[in-house]
């Protein structure tokens, strides 16, 4: 049956408490923070009716005059007690294989704190208000991903950064919310007056999470132009932007760069926003940002005597999307890209067309953003989104850095912000 009874008319309920009308439209779930709906988007209200849909779905109508149906087997399935869902862990218990498929509600309460549903074997499930409407799928009511990157903010040669003060972000975590913040904002950021030390410039990276090992180095590593690795950041040589480690199957997250010692002239660094970048490619000719989204890419690491590295698939696009559609990582270094010889004749003159359009923009002048990072001054930028590379020197040049996995920098954003109260309407 697909229609919605009316609340009078349940079916196959055996037990409905009524709560007065006003409590749903003026009451907020108590199971969660008060001021929640102001700090992140989706959180929903107390619903104004309750009640069974059909012998399959219960039905919420909203303050909003929408409404929203659940699958009975996927309440069951997602019950949050302590014997399905773990309080500490926020791992699922339930074996979701011994439900009934064809499971249905013994009762349905609906309290000041949330549904309440009682199943046939007595096991009864409590779901807060907010935490319905923000998971409702049917339709979807939340106006955006809670968990979603967020929105980026783009920029060229005239980026306007204000640093971050080193004791604010080693003492406070206000400090760090800060930093992380604007790396999230404009996949780049930096910390003024740190101590030029290799030790110290750890302390401040692992405030963000561990570090990433590669065969460079077990974390932080540290170098001059003396070619300790068969690479070309180990010279004197210019760098033209660039991601590091498109040669991996998962590119570091982040990085960071602190400038220890420095005696001779040239040097400076330069960093594009490469999100930027696309989206100047896709007006200037949506057939090149096609192409450049499309072609399988192989790249490699193959200097040391003893790496042979390639990533697993062994070939990636330039500009990688999401199943939504939406650039989320850039992997470009023209240097490390492998022989091209999986490409027809025109599959080559479409690449390599869309290619020079995406160096022009990429090496415009409007789009560079240059900074001799002094030491004591640390930046640290999203590898994924914005490419760097530096001018030639001469002269000795210290410079020590890390890498950080994606994953756990965007973990460490997500909890700096947000509560334990979030944690559970979000998951």
Not at 161 to 166: E, K, L, R
Request: charged share 20%; proline share 5%.
């Amino acid at each position: 049956m697909s229609r919605i009874l009316n609340l009078h008319t349940f079916c196959k309920i055996t037990r409905v408490t009524k709560i007065p009308q006003a409590l749903f439209s003026t009451s907020v779930s108590r199971l969660h923070k008060p001021n929640a709906r102001k700090q992140l988007q989706g959180t929903g209200a107390v619903p104004q009716r309750a009640g069974l849909a059909n012998d399959k779905q219960v039905f919420l109508d909203w303050n909003s005059r929408e409404t929203s149906i659940y699958n009975h087997f996927w309440l069951r399935d997602h019950c949050r007690c302590k014997q399905c869902y773990h309080p500490i862990t926020r791992q699922r218990l339930i074996n979701t294989f011994s439900i009934p498929r064809d499971i249905q509600p013994a009762a349905i309460d609906s309290t000041e704190n949330g549904l309440v549903v009682t199943w046939p074997d007595g096991h009864r499930s409590t779901y807060a208000w907010d935490w319905l409407y923000t998971h409702s799928y049917s339709p979807v009511l939340r106006t955006s991903e809670p968990l979603a990157n967020k929105k980026p903010k783009l920029w060229d040669a005239e980026l306007k950064s204000t640093p971050v003060d080193y004791e604010a972000v080693m003492q406070t975590n206000e400090g760090l919310r800060q930093w992380i913040d604007q790396l999230e904002t404009y996949g780049i950021a930096f910390v003024e007056g740190v101590p030029t030390t290799i030790e110290d410039t750890e302390k401040l990276a692992r405030r963000v999470c561990f570090l990433r090992e590669t065969h460079y180095s077990q974390g932080m590593w540290s170098f001059t132009a003396d070619l300790a690795h068969a690479d070309t950041a180990y010279t004197q040589l210019a760098l033209g932007a660039h991601t590091d480690n498109t040669y991996f199957t998962e590119p570091a997250g982040l990085q960071m760069f602190h400038k220890l010692e420095f005696k001779g002239q040239g040097g400076d660094s330069l960093f594009v926003d490469g999100f930027s970048i696309a989206k100047q490619l896709k007006a200037l000719s949506p057939n090149a940002y096609r192409t450049l989204s499309s072609t399988l890419v192989p790249t490699h690491s193959a200097g040391d005597e003893n790496v042979l590295i390639v990533p697993t698939p062994r070939a990636n696009p330039i500009l990688n999307h999401g199943p939504d559609g939406e650039l989320f990582q850039i992997r470009y270094n023209n240097d490390d890209r492998s022989t091209l010889d999986h490409l027809s004749s025109t599959q080559l003159d479409e690449f390599y067309d869309a290619l020079f359009l995406w160096h022009n923009l990429l090496t415009s002048k409007k789009n560079e953003y240059w900074d001799s990072l002094p030491p004591g001054r640390v930046v640290i930028f999203d590898n994924w989104r914005v490419l760097h590379g530096r001018s030639a020197f001469t002269g000795h040049r210290r410079i020590c850095g890390a890498y950080f996995p994606w994953d756990d920098y965007k973990s460490r954003a997500r909890t700096i912000r947000m509560s334990s109260e979030d944690k559970d309407r979000l998951l």
